[in-house]
């Protein structure tokens, strides 16, 4: 972690929404100020905003040191902190926002006198917090799921600003020994406006969390997630707090007019902004760190709950729907305890704990701390080339040619090794077949593989899948068009682009494939009667790649020329591949297999197929490999 | 209801897990990264998944020698803020290492390689 460059964020932050909470309460919630009380206030807004201003030449240099992964005095001798300034999306918000806050510093000697003033100075607080959304994560996606970020961040930092920033002000006025209805006016003014900044703040979170970490595992096993949770517990324990102001001690003041309640309401709203501030430390590293949803996932538990696990669709209906009850049966737990109703305790508790443990112990399967994780490389040949090498040095000898366990060295083997192209391998998660390959077998015959790079890892793996998808369409990958099972189309650099598509994936994105594997001169005649039928096809919607000197391509798609009954034979000179808009194989045609592709009428009614059963039989292919090791 | 919030929040990110990236890798490159072509290419282009900025994104191509093939114009487009581009000099066959150092418009930098041949 960054110290430096964390603590700066932490002080310009904590000054930023200070400085919004301060004019914000003097705007919104406002209450009689006597002259001392005013003093404080505006000592305060000062405080404020020296904190916000002061940091902001360093936090520049910081950033400019990150920026050019440079030493500091590097940075500064160097003046990357002025092209920093002047060249950079970072560098025109920074400017943006401290003119802001220089224009409001006026303001602050006149605060608590006119509320108009007041409201200006809040506004302009505010605004400067909000263009803070501009210098992180969210600003630099890309269309609608950038605009939907940046409207969350641009939220949540305000709301932060209006609650958070709020609490010190209302310290200060409520241990100032002024009239005490006045007071209550204030803390029941201030606890509404808190709920409202509370409901923003958690939806506004939930979409920055949505986007940034995006699922469980994330959650619970990347330092960005971990670091979140420390977050959201400090956030629950300030919530608890706000709860006990807003449902006892307000109305406590309320009732008994009581300075004993105002002084521990004061001592309270204290309270939260010290937890405040741990909140902000850690929004200030938060910035700095790979969101979760960038990083490979370290499982912590040995557990995880699977609904694929369930094969049965009664038991999987079955642990749904005890599922969904003992969350119901929570809820009513917690409002049980909360309205202190008798009844609703005894049902919520029955129903949590009488049906709670049954989804678990139906979908719980073992899990390994890698069950989450997923290749880093794209499924396409160069990866699969790789995998099939390293297959062959490591793996063969044992496992065998089509991974059924039947290698020249298993028979002395005190175990046998499992089918690696049965159906229980491919239900298992590609996680934790890597980490099987990564710590070894449990039965202490399959040996590690730790001393492969992670990536070749991920290679064998997606040689694996290939062959296993390849080896389940033995029987269905014909001349005539499948519907399933249709193996994934390995994806690869186009020899020549067609457009603005450079690869098989984005190719097969705007059309229909036809992928011929041509070898010369056997191949002209049918070369020729493709360019001749170029318009039709077009018509037809389908893209003809040709590859005629690609080994390393040619190799990989070999593995999908596989006949049942007949041994693996070495590579046609000729075939052809009819690719769907999803990213599958779906057809495959020799020279001699019928449908003959030689008739035009007959490869147009495999295209016609191919096209009308792919948005109804399949999903298409996502594209993987932007998750990065390490 | 309220109290059924997270229940509902943690479920919903369980069931919906996006994939969004928030410093910038590449996205695809032209020539595509570890690619082998024909004829040569003039320019070389990487498409990142952020916004870049454009004062310290750079790139450089060199050959198995080590010496560079690039015009050293590597620039971040003007109207694509994502796309890194660089002019290429007339390449014999070989192989390619391209360099990538980039910084997000977010200010996070990132940097890493590639190859490609020209056959």
Redesign the interface.
Known sequence: MDVPLVAARAVHFAGAISLTGVFGFAALIGGRTSPRLRARFARLGWISAAMALLVVPPWLLF?AQ????DTLAATIASGTAR??LI????GHVVVLRVVLLLALLPCIAWIGKRRSVDGIAATLAAVSLAAVAW????????GW?GAI?LTADVTHVIAAGLWLGALLPLALLLRDPSDIADRYVVARRFSSLGVICVAAL?ASG?VN????????P??LGTPYGQTLLAKLALVAALLMLAAINRWHLVPQLAAMRDDRAARRLARHAAIEAVLGLGVIAIVAALGTM??A??EQPWWPLPYRLSLAAVAAPSLRLQAMVTGILA?LG??LL??GI?WRRLWAVVAGAALFLGLGWRPIELLAVAATPTSYAVSPEPFAV?SIADGSALYQQHCVSCHGPDGEGDGPLAAKLPVMPPNLASPQMASRRPGDLFWSLTAGGSDGVMPSFAALDPVQRWDLLDFLQAQREALAATSTLIAGVTVAPAPRAPD????V?QGDA??LQ?LRAQSTVLLVFATLPQSQARLDQLQSWRAALGKAGVALVTIED?P?IRAVYALYERRPQVPPQPPAAHVEFLIDRAGYIRARWRPGDTPDWTQLPALQREIAATTQTTTTTFTPVIPTG?V?EG | MRKLLLPIIVTVLLAFPLPVFAHAFPDHAQPAIGSTVAPAPAELRIWFTQKLEPAFSHLDVRNAAGAQVDKGDAKVDAQDPSLLRVSLKPLPAGTYKVSWHVVSVDTHPTQGDFTFTVK
């Open positions: 950033v990150n920026m050019s992964a092209t920093v060249d950079t999306q970072f210098q992180g994560h969210a600003g630099a996606d890309f799921a970020h958690l939930a969390t949505w986007y940034l970490v995006g699922s469980l994330a959650l790979v969101p949803a960038h969350l929570l809820a917690i409002s909360w160069p690869f650099a186009l020899p682009p450079g690869t984005a690609a390393g932007h990065h």
